[in-house]
């Protein structure tokens, strides 16, 4: 993304922010990195279930993507996004980073709450709620820090039908990013009203 203008550190598990690209460390030890986000819910293998996600629990293999006519609106199911880490899994009840600069960086870590379909994953929407565009520096400390406030900026989130849009933060929860998103609990922390 030509917002995230800082070059990733060439380390293993570096996570992004929102001007910095996050770096990870392949099987033979090359670095790459970018500052994209993949939707984790179109990950799967034959079963269907993510293969080799761990940490998910059985209640959520329910919600991988398997097929094309698994996606139910094209226009509001992101494939790809803005974000600080390789992939993401959201959750309807995933509550904002309150930092949007850093966003999320638990990654496989059980130091944040887990989601609803549990294990060692942090808070997946964190991943992606940062202020990428739409703010007048990228670098700046941003922070939400309430259900009232209306969060500076947004990210870039490309959808399945082919179309890429902006898109401010208290929007992210209005997209279909698993198979049965809206037939989960809601969410557990109110985030401000959706534009």
Wanted: charged share 10%; aromatic share 12%.
């Amino acid at each position: 993304c030509p917002s995230a203008i800082k070059p990733s550190q060439s380390v293993n598990n570096f996570t992004g922010t929102g001007d910095q690209s996050w770096c990870k460390t392949d099987a033979s030890g090359n670095p790459w990195s970018a500052s994209y986000t993949w939707n984790g819910w179109f990950y799967f293998d034959q079963a269907g279930d993510g293969g080799s996600q761990s940490w998910m629990s059985s209640v959520g293999k329910g919600g991988y993507y398997t097929k094309d006519s698994s996606v139910r609106n094209s226009a509001m199911t992101p494939v790809i996004s803005d974000g600080i880490w390789a992939d993401a899994w959201p959750m309807e009840n995933d509550a904002p980073n309150h930092n949007l600069y850093t966003g999320d960086t638990q990654i496989n870590s059980t130091a944040s709450p887990a989601n609803t379909l549990g294990g060692g994953h942090a808070n997946e929407m964190g991943r992606l709620a940062i202020s990428r565009h739409g703010n007048s520096s990228a670098s700046a400390p941003n922070t939400w820090a309430s259900a009232a406030q209306t969060p500076v900026g947004g990210i870039i989130v490309g959808l399945y039908d082919g179309h890429a849009e902006y898109s401010k933060l208290p929007n992210l929860w209005n997209y279909n990013w698993h198979l049965n998103w809206g037939q989960s609990p809601a969410p557990a922390v109110q985030i401000g009203t959706p534009r």
